[in-house]
């Protein structure tokens, strides 16, 4: 007969490690949650025994009327295993924290007769890295079990590792390996790390290792400057000396080499030799005919980040550029070409990302996953109806579409053509207008050569337009399709989706409008690029102001100062001073003159700008 789960269920362990302590509380928690105190089975219990004989991190539970019986090869497995019985049984989903979800307690949680067996991962290490995530970590500081979210988020997913700067004694405790930060080779400091004295890196190598060897982790190896000898013989010698001193104090230990820049070219020609146990972790991800390296059989890793950070091309508060599309064909290329050891995948602030890291998830455990499938099913799970029930297949497949199109409306910029983040949109912008205001208008603007190439600031402002107004015209008619989506769910998906896309509209109407107002700058329209310019700004002031929640979903999670759209506005504010000495000056107020109750004094150029505008609203 099958099992009923009850709130009287008694729970019980072997052996009593922190980490299976932690998953039997939080399964606790899980059936308080969503089971009621109504439901009432007598004699009937959730048994974990140690099974060392299965693979590692692996699982089977076997079901009788009686008993729940968790056979688990270690912490780990015991830990995957009480997550899946809360997550298909109590109905608890790995995100459930982050998207507010909403349980009905029940008397009962039925779990069929049988063997129900939970196979290991397919990609061996598998993690986050929060390194990069200063709005997260303030929440979590300054929230009560606020890391600890965090992490029972990711071995929901059945992650293993994190590379975190905070709180990796509780990530340990909780079952996840911490990863050294990869600037830090073994963990010594720094400056440390620096030495160029051979006897003395060895000594900083040894010490550090002797200091860390009781604690699990994911050690780094690597020495700074690596890969500045071309032939890759010093570079080599340094490691095969790491990993010697690593091995002989910690056997067997655990080890990662970022490879970055000249380095990967060095180790995919075969100059940089890496010790076999050690796994090369490339960034960006290497595709299936790119991974390089010794060939079939060979470890390899990957490291990539779902938000971009960069001024230039940043993603600090939208969802991967190219979405979940993007993030399954790169991660299942990947995987073809052999890299199957180690994935780490950087989660930005987490919120802005949700959905690309449920694919990640699925995709580290069961490479050959339906991207498709996957996303439906999560927004199956996401997005409720306002009355509690699920959505019908049509809803979804509308809200899939939104966010498929979302995906191919962004900017796309560069050789060849890539995503680019709403940061493109205010970094361009301000430069632009910098270089107008300076009077710098001849020659184009490097930083932006890669992404925009051309011969003139004229040429190079042209790309950037026709960019910006093909996205705009996507954007504008995205809005409301989301909008008329979203009607049939719930206000999180206005808190979530519609959210990132008015945050990218916006920045695209204030693109838009500036290249427009320097048209008509260069027609000697006057007055209209004094007023364009203006509406720019309004535009990156609403973006700004988008950023400043008080409540809901992102409140205590963004700032402006991610994007500075607010120090754009201030930027077209004062460039406004241009077209209207050239149209209005030297008195400064022939502009102002028409209108009902003008002072005799000229007025700021924003307020001038308010009085023409609302002047031309009434006349129409």
């Known amino acids: 007969m099958d099992f009923m789960l009850s709130r009287a269920t008694r729970v019980t362990a072997q052996w009593a490690s922190a980490p299976v302590q932690h998953a039997v509380a939080r399964f606790w928690r899980d059936m308080e949650m969503t089971l009621s105190t109504t439901g009432f089975v007598p004699d009937n219990r959730l048994m974990i025994c140690l099974a060392p004989a299965l693979p590692p991190e692996s699982y089977t539970l076997d079901v009788t009327e009686n008993q729940l019986t968790l056979c688990a090869a270690d912490d780990l497995g015991a830990v995957y295993g009480l997550l899946d019985i809360s997550r298909h049984y109590l109905g608890v989903a790995p995100f459930w924290f982050w998207n507010q979800q909403q349980f009905e307690p029940k008397p009962f949680a039925t779990v069929p007769e049988g063997r129900i067996t939970g196979p290991a991962a397919a990609v061996g290490l598998r993690g986050w890295d929060l390194s990069d995530a200063p709005w997260l970590s303030a929440w979590a500081d300054a929230t009560e079990n606020g890391w600890e979210m965090i992490f029972e988020s990711l071995l929901r997913y059945r992650g293993n590792m994190v590379r975190t700067d905070k709180q990796a004694d509780l990530a340990a405790a909780m079952g996840l390996r911490p990863v050294q930060n990869p600037q830090t080779p073994l963990g010594a400091a720094p400056q440390q790390a620096a030495a160029e004295n051979p006897e003395e890196r060895h000594k900083i190598w040894q010490d550090s290792i002797r200091t860390l060897k009781t604690s699990p982790r994911i050690w780094a190896l690597g020495i700074d400057g690596m890969g500045g000898d071309p032939d890759g013989t010093a570079s080599t010698a340094a490691l095969q000396e790491q990993w010697q001193l690593l091995n002989a104090t910690v056997p067997g230990a655990a080890a990662y080499i970022l490879l ?164 493109f949109l205010t970094r361009s912008t301000r430069l632009f207008a910098s270089a107008w205001l300076c009077g710098k208008t001849q020659g184009p603007i490097q930083e932006l050569a890669a992404l925009l190439p051309a011969e003139s600031y004229a040429e190079q402002l042209a790309a950037y337009q026709q960019l910006c107004t093909s996205a705009l015209e996507n954007y504008e008619t995205l809005l409301p399709g989301c909008s008329y989506a979203g009607r049939a769910t719930t206000p999180l998906w206005q808190e979530q989706v519609m959210f990132s896309v008015r945050l990218y509209l916006y920045a695209l109407r204030g693109a838009v409008r500036f290249c427009t107002a320097r048209e008509q700058f260069l027609d000697k329209d006057w007055q209209n690029c004094f007023c364009t310019l203006g509406r720019a700004a309004d535009d990156f002031g609403a973006m700004a102001a988008l950023l400043q929640p008080k409540t809901g979903f992102w409140a205590g999670f963004c700032s402006d100062t991610m994007l500075d759209g607010a120090l754009t506005a201030r930027v077209l504010t004062g460039l406004m001073a241009i077209p209207r000495a050239a149209g209005d000056g030297p008195d400064y107020a022939a502009w102002q003159a028409p209108l009902p109750g003008a002072p005799a004094a000229p007025v700021p150029d924003f307020t001038l700008y308010r009085a023409l505008v609302q002047a031309e609203t009434k006349k129409v």
């Open 260 to 423: 970055q820049g000249e380095t990967v070219a060095l180790y995919q020609e075969g100059k940089l030799k890496i010790p076999d146990s050690v796994i090369p972790v490339l960034t960006p991800a290497p595709s299936a005919s790119s991974a390089g390296g010794p060939g079939p059989g060979a470890q390899h890793g990957l490291w990539f980040s779902l938000c971009r950070r960069d001024k230039l091309t940043g993603n600090p508060m939208t969802a991967y550029p190219g979405g979940d599309t993007a993030v399954n064909g790169m991660l299942q290329g990947a995987w073809r070409g052999g890299v199957r050891s180690f994935w780490m995948v950087g989660t930005g602030d987490l919120r802005p990302s949700l959905m690309e890291l449920n694919l990640t998830g699925a995709l580290w455990c069961t490479p050959d996953t339906d991207c498709a499938a996957q996303r439906t099913a999560y927004l199956r799970c996401t997005y409720r109806a306002p009355d509690g029930w699920a959505l019908t297949d049509s809803a979804l497949e509308d809200l899939s579409v939104c966010l498929r199109a979302r995906a191919e409306s962004a900017v796309q910029a560069g050789s060849p053509p890539q995503p680019v983040g709403e940061a």
